[in-house]
């Protein structure tokens, strides 16, 4: 079996990098995580990373201010040197262009904290709660330049509780998350061509 070598990308602490990270881990899984690339220096999943021995890589989106191509320029740059196969989008907190999202067209997928299409964007428990909904969740989907838009690869719900908050209902949407992403990556991963 030749294991596709992914890259995740975050911005932040990075829980559904370290997920991915310890699902690969399985013998059989189908994917490898190569490199764990962040826009923000510092991010707290770069130290995570860092600690099991996988490679990191910052490009710092504040150096490039106004030009959303060039930050994605250098990130292609180094997604290529690496020959990743997929990118994975864990918390990565930029909008992407068209042009990075066409290179990567059906190998870029991205978790939402929400029941898509309910919710898109952001603040997505919070917004939940204010409509009373009774169940939300998270989805693993295919990126298009259409923010939260793509295929839909996996979802699974959660029931909204009384005395839920943001907080709460995060927690229980965040392991959801945990455990549908490396399944969704092992689908992927398992079934895709390179178009
Ligand atoms: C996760 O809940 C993820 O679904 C969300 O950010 C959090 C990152 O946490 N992503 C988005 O809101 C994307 N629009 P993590 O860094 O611990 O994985």
Same mark, same amino acid.
């Given at each position: 079996?030749?294991?596709?070598?992914?890259?995740?990308?975050?911005? *932040? /602490?990075?829980? &559904?990098?370290?997920?991915?990270?310890?699902? !690969?881990?399985?013998?059989?899984?189908?994917?490898?995580? %190569? +490199?764990?690339?962040?826009?923000?220096?510092?991010?707290?999943?770069?130290?995570?990373?860092?600690?099991?021995?996988?490679?990191?890589?910052?490009?710092?989106?504040?150096?490039?201010?106004?030009?959303?191509?060039?930050?994605?320029?250098?990130?292609?740059?180094?997604?290529?040197?690496?020959?990743?196969?997929?990118?994975?989008?864990?918390?990565?907190?930029?909008?992407?262009?068209?042009?990075?999202?066409?290179?990567?067209? *059906? /190998?870029?997928? &991205?978790?939402?904290?929400?029941?898509?299409? !309910?919710?898109?964007?952001?603040?997505?428990?919070?917004? %939940? +709660?204010?409509?009373?909904?009774?169940?939300?969740?998270?989805?693993?989907?295919?990126?298009?330049?259409?923010?939260?838009?793509?295929?839909?690869?996996?979802?699974?719900?959660?029931?909204?509780?009384?005395?839920?908050?943001?907080?709460?209902?995060?927690?229980?949407?965040?392991?959801?998350?945990?455990?549908?992403?490396?399944?969704?990556?092992?689908?992927?991963?398992?079934?895709?061509?390179?178009?």
């Amino acid at each position: 079996m030749t294991r596709k070598r992914v890259a995740v990308l975050i911005s *932040g /602490r990075g829980s &559904n990098m370290a997920a991915l990270i310890a699902a !690969a881990k399985a013998p059989d899984y189908p994917a490898e995580i %190569a +490199l764990v690339l962040s826009n923000v220096p510092g991010a707290g999943g770069l130290a995570i990373a860092e600690s099991e021995g996988i490679a990191t890589a910052t490009i710092d989106s504040k150096a490039f201010p106004r030009d959303r191509e060039g930050f994605e320029r250098a990130m292609q740059a180094v997604l290529e040197a690496q020959r990743i196969d997929i990118v994975c989008l864990a918390g990565f907190m930029r909008i992407l262009t068209p042009w990075f999202v066409g290179r990567w067209e *059906g /190998r870029m997928i &991205n978790i939402h904290p929400a029941l898509l299409p !309910a919710y898109k964007g952001l603040d997505t428990h919070a917004r %939940a +709660l204010a409509d009373g909904a009774r169940e939300h969740g998270a989805t693993v989907h295919f990126v298009t330049p259409e923010m939260d838009e793509g295929e839909i690869i996996l979802q699974e719900a959660v029931p909204v509780l009384p005395g839920d908050t943001a907080e709460t209902l995060g927690a229980r949407v965040l392991a959801v998350e945990h455990r549908i992403y490396p399944a969704a990556l092992r689908m992927i991963a398992t079934e895709y061509r390179l178009i």
